[in-house]
């Protein structure tokens, strides 16, 4: 009967050992959510996300494919060179004039070097051009973001103030986030080791600039703007009121915030 | 092939075909081949006690021969199912994470639990109740290192009167159908990552997860069935032709089930043919050619279809040795389609842009974390576990509790 009881404690022992190891994670979540509420709210000083609603929208219409909005993020945010790292990029959609009969002509898209040093001279004579456009491409600022969703440390998270945030401190690199990000917005930073997006240059915003892309853009392509506290004339209003707006991949369920003007079916 | 065409890029890498997103354009694809070992490995983990259970839960007499086998395989491909994961980690150091502080709307941060349940309270306590009568024994007979492990798997437990053994087969039976749901959990829930993702047509799917459970069901057969074989062949024992024969039928049964299920995913996105069926069609056809069609479907999956299929219908007119490599070629045959299956779903899904405007190209490097190298060790790993282990456990110089439900390799 001895051994009998001593297996029962053998049991006991482990169940309790399992409860120990569940009861730390619990705590340590409950941190986590704390901290992270911290983080959130780690603009400067009197800085209170809650009372903001940033976010940007773009005016197809105005963009020349400068790409001075790819160098100024690239510089701002220390995005590494090199053709595969972008927190904004630029594509041009090409559209040729539909053979007779069709409904649609030839589609050309290209993005060369994220559109950051412009494009070259397109290869299609104008005469068969029927639309081109440059799509300036970002962050959606989705409100049921697929890649806060699936991080499984909660290193990528909502920010009240609209900004979806990544904690590089925290982020373990698995790179689920960016294979659930349907707009190809994420890359996994090659010298951090850690996923990587636009963050609205939150540094900036924070302290009342604009986005680098936003402030230096010739075309006012991009607007931003606090939706909470809109200026006189404010150009997010305007904008809204304006144009007919459309977001990219409505029906896949994110409910990007972003918004463009001026979009052409053929933009994914 | 008409988006091919109409989707020519102005000015492109060569290694991309039509326009990808510039995130997208990376040499090595963001999830390399060890995210697609570790989907085989568990799937092999889940499969092999499913086999076992067969034994426990659903009381398949003739599959007592590889009963410790299977449990044993399970095991050891298990201590090495999370390797792949971790090596894969931008921030391997941060790991821990997953498990002290999970995010739960990501299926990814399940990872942790499903693998300690499954290992600390489904496979560790399933082999220890089976093992612990014998464990007693030898740690009673043998001596020196060998002597010293089996006294330390005791845990100083060592009643092994009628009424304990009793209730050690009785818990055992218990755990075994926890056992069932549990890997079932472990499989399903590595099918229901790929399956979540909605970004990505290629891999969302409701069906995922019980195409990744059948798979790995069927991979977990094969492999019992490939290890028994060549176990038999090392220590030259005479193999129990029944229990390779039951274990030959229930193979065959659960690839008709895999292909019928497989066969309706595939109808379904025909059939459908959604916004991305082009691209997809052309992956199928063109990027994945060998991989999927001569790979998956026709070495892996039709072949053995038609191999074991045979033997189900004329079993009498082989003989032994014919039906024993006719065996053998075929769960070498599953095990190598199911891992292309697992390199189809993996890779497959990276080498086309999220535009669905182009595709992306994969060449895999020798050395480094994510190449052939490391993958082949990963792999082999496993085996050189289950090898210290059969060893260890399935040793012919050790006797065994004489019960009647469990029994040592071939008679």
Known sequence: MKTRISRRRLLRTTALAAAGVLGATLARTVKAAVQKLAVSSAGPKGYEPTKHKWLMVIDVNRCIGCGLCVEACKKENHVPQGPNYFRTWIERYIIKKPKPGSTRGEVLVDSPNGGMNGFPPATVPKEEILHSLYVPKLCNLCSHS???????????FDAPDGAVLIDPK????????????????????PITRTAEKCSLCYHRITRGLKPACVEVCPGQARIFGDLKNPVPNDPIQKFFATNRVQSLKPYLGTGPRMRYAGLDEEVR | MTMEITNTIVQVLPRFEGYVYPNEATVQPLWGVLIVVYPYVTGLVAGAFIMASLVRVFNVKALE?????????????LLCAPLPLLFHLGHPERCFEIMITPHLSSPMAVFGFVYAWYLMAVLLLELWFDYRCDFVEWARTQTGFRGLIYR????????????????????SQVISIVGIPSAFL???????IFGSVKANPW?????????FILSAIVSGIALCAFNYLVLGWVRRTELNMRCLDVMGMFLFYALVVDAAIEALDWGHRVYEAGESFQILQYLATEKLFYTLRVGQALLGTAVPLILLGLLQLFRTRFAEIVRKRIYFASAVLILVGVLAMRWNVVIGGQLFSKSLRGFMSHKMEFAGTEGWLMAGALMVLPFVLLAVMINLFLSTKLRTCKRETTGPLPA
């Open chain 2, 203 to 211: 891999w969302g799917n409701v069906l995922m997860p019980i195409i």
């Open chain 1, 146 to 156: 697929p890649c806060v969703q699936s991080c499984p440390v909660g290193a990528t």
């Open chain 2, 65 to 77: 021969p590889v009963y410790r086998l299977s449990l044993l395989t399970a095991f050891a491909f």
């Open chain 2, 152 to 171: 330390l798997f005791t845990v100083g437990v060592t009643d092994v009167s009628e009424p304990a053994l009793r209730l050690d087969a009785k818990l």
């Open chain 1, 170 to 189: 925290y982020c373990i690199g698995c790179g689920f986030c960016i294979q659930t990000c349907p707009y190809g917005c994420r890359f996994l930073n």
């Open chain 2, 186 to 192: 472990l499989h399903g829930y590595v099918g229901f």
